[in-house]
């Protein structure tokens, strides 16, 4: 029988804490980058429980040094500091999703965003980056190409991914029925 959401997430916060996690053991020379994925109708319990996991993990090890980012929270905000987020509402209002999506693809190329993320979230001055909103980021930036862009970033940094889809070890599957290209590098957070 399989778990339910609740019992895979009682024990994220004993795999975030291992050692095994923390110092990228057994992972045959790959980086640690690791994926929760979840069904999308659990999406507002795994919210609810990021900030469990949080005060969890600073109450257990308070001595850890981690970062928790929202990607969409992230995406407005780079749009902000760049100053392009207004004419981002504008264009979306006037001519729509499809032109904004358009007019965002440079801006928000993966690359961009992966040296982004890792300007609030220093590969040397974390051991653990914990990553959510995917799904709301969705299809403003596509999760493996911009996990494919933080892989030459985050050095020995283990990232940990909330998924709301499917991963089997080989490929993601957004929501469950977008199937993105295969990504085969990072470890399932909890079977």
Do not use: C, W
């Not at 975030?16 to 979840?38: A, M, P, R, T, V």
């Not at 902000?80 to 440079?106: C, H, P, S, V």
Request: aromatic share 10%.
């Amino acid at each position: 029988m399989s778990q339910t959401i609740s019992e895979r997430l009682n024990q994220v916060v004993d795999k975030l804490l291992s050692k095994e996690l923390l110092s990228n053991s057994g992972l045959g020379n790959e980086i640690g980058f690791y994926i929760f994925d979840y069904s999308p109708s659990d999406e507002l319990v795994v919210r609810a429980f990021i900030g469990t996991i949080t005060s969890q993990i600073k109450k257990r090890n308070a001595a850890l040094r981690f970062t928790h980012l929202n990607l969409f929270e992230t995406i407005v905000q780079y749009l902000k500091d760049r100053k392009i987020l207004d004419k981002a509402y504008d264009l979306q209002k006037n001519k729509g999703d499809g032109e904004l999506q358009k007019a965002l693809k440079g801006p928000l190329h993966e690359e961009k965003i992966a040296k982004y993320l890792v300007t609030l979230a220093p590969p040397e001055e974390n051991d653990l980056v914990i990553l959510s909103g995917v799904g709301s980021a969705y299809p403003l930036l596509r999760s493996h190409t911009l996990l494919n862009s933080l892989h030459p970033l985050m050095n020995s940094t283990p990232l940990v991914m909330f998924y709301p889809g499917h991963f089997d070890g080989q490929g993601l599957r957004l929501f469950g029925k977008l199937k993105e290209n295969n990504y085969y590098r990072a470890f399932p957070l909890v079977p």
